[in-house]
Nanobody, 132 residues
Framework: QLQLVESGGGLVQPGGSLRLSCAAS????????IAWFRQAPGKEREGTSC????????NYADSVKGRFTISRDNVNNMVYLQMNALKPEDTGVYYC?????????????????????????WGQGTQVTVSS
């Protein structure tokens, strides 16, 4: 069974950068769409980015487009989220999520990360705080 563990969160000043990591284990993540969601206090969890199976495509929410980059290291079963030009609005708990390609085809061209209900494997989350 695929398992996900996030790391790399912390405190960063506005305009700064942070890189989050998602370590997959138990199965190869190659056959899964991987997405990064975030949740601010009192808010619903929202998708920020996604990477389709084998990393063949990537899509982003409008709020992070041009600032965030999702990437994969398939050999080491890792997924990363590089976050640049961070804003206070980016503050929240960031989650790595996955869904197998045989269950759902996600992150198609011109599509966003999708809904939380479309993913069935989740990490524990890592806190990102953007503040001066």
């Amino acid at each position: 069974q695929l398992q996900l563990v996030e790391s790399g969160g912390g405190l960063v000043q506005p305009g700064g950068s942070l890189r989050l990591s998602c370590a997959a284990s138990g199965a190869s993540s190659d056959y899964y769409t991987i997405a990064w969601f975030r949740q601010a206090p009192g808010k619903e969890r929202e998708g920020t980015s996604c990477s389709s199976e084998f990393g063949s495509s990537a899509n982003y929410a409008d709020s992070v487009k041009g600032r965030f980059t999702i990437s994969r290291d398939n050999v080491n079963n890792m997924v990363y989220l590089q976050m640049n030009a961070l804003k206070p609005e980016d503050t929240g708990v960031y989650y790595c999520a996955a869904v197998h390609l045989t269950a759902r085809r996600m992150c198609m061209p011109s599509q966003g990360p999708g809904s939380v209900y479309e993913y069935d494997v989740w990490g524990q989350g890592t806190q990102v705080t953007v503040s001066s």
